[in-house]
């Protein structure tokens, strides 16, 4: 064979080595790229699976707050119980065991009434987890007078202390009462918002008023100054703050609250009823101790104390 005819077949055998080797190396980047891309692919699964994971074993605060409590029948089924504890329970319960921790206080003033009764005027938010508290014991004292409807169960701030309180909203609530006048103003939600919580209702100014004077110095420390919530029985005695620690409600259902109403050596008993016998006691010296029906012996042992 010449020597050119070998230069050829040399040439040719360079070439279909350097085909292979070309050949090679893009199977190894295809190789590579699958790889590579597999390996994105399945980083990017296991994201996806994590966050399914997590939104599923750990809801977003709206979806892990409490209800907002029962509806219907059970909801009248709760009302009723709340509205209609019995006096013999409540007279039994008397001041409440030591429970009670914050009594209706005397303020001076002249007298505070609406449609020729008196009044009585509640000030809170539905956030509140001391408003919550103090609504139920509210709501006993004041079925002894007259009567509600329109109540509705809610929970305080599922972010604030005691979250997740169950408790009442009075903001769709109507009272009818002959012996006195029942004004509430929830003044904000329990929807939180980037600085507060979200407006619901708005106290007149005569209502701000009654705030600024007596939620102050010097009838309440300077340093609980516009505390909620603010209870006026006629200008004549006043309650700022809850009368008993809204521990006592932790982690129970409204019906079952409603129900330990009725039971008086319960600690809900103890806490609601003898707050609720008070805050009777402060509505009988407006109302001149009637009627008898709430106004009894046992509530009257009780008006000596404020």
Request: proline letters at 6%.
């Amino acid at each position: 064979m010449g020597k050119a005819s070998r230069t050829k077949v040399d040439s040719s055998r360079r070439e279909k080595i350097a085909a292979q080797r070309a050949a090679a190396r893009r199977a190894d980047q295809r190789r590579r790229i699958l790889i590579a891309g597999g390996s994105i692919l399945a980083v990017i699964v296991i994201v996806v699976v994590f966050i399914v994971v997590k939104a599923s074993s750990s809801p977003s605060t709206a979806k892990t707050a409490a209800p907002n409590g029962p509806t219907g029948a059970a909801l009248a089924s709760v009302v009723a119980k709340v509205t209609s504890v019995p006096a013999s329970t409540l007279n039994t319960v008397g001041a409440g065991g030591g429970a009670v921790t914050n009594k209706p206080a005397t303020i001076p003033g002249s007298a505070l009434t609406a449609g020729g009764k008196p009044e009585m005027l509640y000030l809170g938010a539905e956030y509140c987890p001391y408003c919550a508290a103090e609504r139920w014991a509210m709501i006993v004292a004041l079925s002894r007078f007259g009567t509600f409807s329109g109540l509705a169960t809610v929970h305080s701030s599922s972010t604030d202390v005691y979250a997740n309180t169950p408790t009442w909203t009075f903001v769709h609530a109507t009272y009818t009462s002959k012996y006195l006048a029942f004004t509430s103003v929830e003044m904000e939600t329990n929807i939180p918002t980037s600085t507060s919580y979200t407006t619901l209702q708005t106290p007149t100014a005569a209502e701000n008023a009654l705030l600024a004077k007596y939620d102050n110095a010097p009838y309440i420390s300077s340093s609980d100054a516009g505390s909620i919530p603010f209870v006026d029985f006629g200008n004549k005695y006043m309650i700022v703050g809850a009368s008993y620690s809204p521990q006592v409600l932790s982690r129970l259902s409204w019906s079952t609250i409603a129900t330990d109403l009725s039971n008086p050596s319960s600690p809900v008993a103890k806490g609601v009823d003898g707050t609720a016998n008070y805050i009777t006691a402060a509505i009988c010296k407006m109302t001149g101790n009637q009627p008898a029906s709430a106004c009894t012996p046992a509530v009257q042992s009780l008006e000596s104390q404020l």
